[in-house]
């Protein structure tokens, strides 16, 4: 991980990398940064098993703000999560039973600890979960001692509500803005913590939390907001052609992962660096300058993938993922293992071939989809546009037998330059 900024340079290279969205009282955030370690914290509501790289932004600048010297709260949701977030949303969320958003929270603090250090001597970063101060809230207390300090007219003006009025919000999602304060509140009071940070659709539920902390005590407390992250050509960011990207590799492969990445659009890739890696100013600037000289190199691409997929995979990931990239590239599956081999083709056709007896060719052709007729299937082996596991093959009776099989089940298969399909046999 390559960085040199220190906490004399942070908000700077926040700002420089396209980072700041938002921020309260910049000029004195920007001293207190310099002159002292600062505790902050981030939010994530357990709202699936995993956190999707949608969440990667904040993560990643949590994670700058550590190795800047600072102390990074990584908060889940654990209470909150049970509420539901009407930020960003036009609907009501579906509440999720307790044990499964416990479950949920514990999957997370478990992603969280791959990004952030918390065995540090010196400045580690702590998981925290709110469903300590929450879950024993009494409704009396919670009303007499927070929500007095809210107006209504307050809670309406704010976008996460606003936006919702025309369709409609229940009292429990018009609650959370007062519980997600509460949240900065108790963090400031026993974690000394005095800088939230969040996404541009959180800005006002972190100045409400500033205004309870006011209300409730005072003392310097400061929000920073990063902005959604797009993509130029108006596509939804951290969608891929299967769904969401997620961190879970279980969900999302390693491969498919660096596929996301390496697939970057030329007006996006120098953002992304920005955004998502912790390359130097100088390096993203040689790259940005490699884009303009020879974008058919795709340089910038490729960085990215590596620096991304390193980060939330491992060294490990980056090999193999670049190891079926060359392997799809070249059509020489041949060297690659069975897990590889599986996860280069995850999200290909997949048929299951029944029964030990060889299969011709041609038959083989229909029955993966590969070819629509006999007609076609023998005029795309006799074209040369037909391979198996690399292996062009250009005579209509072949035989696809035990030899063909990788790893003893395996046979790929390619028709033209690009559509793959994996024939399974049992």
């Not at 990398?17 to 939010?43: A, F, I, P, W």
């Not at 005095?194 to 409730?216: F, R, V, Y």
């Not at 072949?398 to 024939?423: E, S, W």
């Amino acid at each position: 991980m390559t960085t040199n900024v220190t906490s004399q340079d942070l908000l700077e290279d926040l700002e420089y990398r396209g980072l700041v969205y938002q921020v309260t009282d910049r000029e004195n955030l920007d001293k207190k940064l310099k002159s002292e370690r600062v505790t902050l914290y981030c939010g994530f509501d357990p709202t699936a098993d995993s956190l999707h790289i949608g969440s990667l932004l904040p993560i990643l600048t949590l994670r700058r703000f550590q190795l800047a010297g600072h102390i990074s709260l990584a908060l889940v949701g654990g209470g909150t999560g049970l509420i539901g977030d009407p930020s960003g949303r036009s609907s009501e969320r579906s509440l999720n039973t307790a044990d499964t958003v416990a479950s949920w929270t514990d999957s997370l603090k478990k992603q969280l600890s791959r990004f952030l250090d918390f065995e540090s001597t010196d400045n580690a970063a702590k998981l925290v979960s709110n469903y300590d101060w929450i879950a024993p809230l009494d409704v009396i207390t919670f009303l007499r001692d927070v929500g007095k300090n809210f107006t209504v007219n307050y809670m309406l003006a704010k976008d996460s509500v606003d936006s919702r009025l025309a369709n409609g919000i229940s009292f429990t999602e018009f609650s959370y803005m007062i519980l997600q304060a509460y949240d900065f509140h108790r963090l400031h009071q026993e974690q000394n913590c005095s800088l939230q940070l969040g996404g541009s659709d959180q800005w006002g539920n972190i100045t409400a939390g500033l205004d309870l902390i006011g209300k409730m005590g005072g003392g310097d407390a400061f929000g920073l907001t990063m902005p959604l992250v797009t993509k130029s050509d108006g596509k939804k960011f951290g969608k891929s052609e299967s769904g969401a990207v997620w961190l879970d590799r279980s969900k999302t492969s390693a491969y498919q992962f660096y596929q996301f990445w390496i697939n970057t659009d030329d007006s996006d890739v120098i953002k992304f660096l920005k955004y998502f890696t912790f390359l130097t100013r100088e390096q993203i600037e040689a790259l940005e300058a490699e884009l303009a000289a020879h974008p058919e190199k795709r340089a910038a691409q490729r960085e990215l993938a590596r620096e991304v997929t390193r980060i939330v995979h491992g060294d490990e990931a980056v090999e193999s993922a670049e190891k079926i990239t060359q392997a799809l590239f070249s059509g020489d599956v041949t060297k690659l293992s069975e897990s590889e081999l599986v996860e280069a083709l995850s999200d290909m056709p997949t048929t299951v071939i029944s029964g030990g007896e060889d299969r011709g060719l041609i038959d083989l052709l229909i029955e993966i989809g590969a070819a629509p007729s006999r007609r076609q299937a023998k005029q795309d082996i006799e074209s040369g546009a037909v391979s198996v596991n690399g292996e062009k093959l250009t005579t209509i009776d072949a035989q696809i037998g035990d030899a063909h099989k990788l790893h003893g089940q395996y046979a790929v298969i390619k028709r033209g330059k690009k559509n793959y399909y994996l024939a399974k046999f049992e």
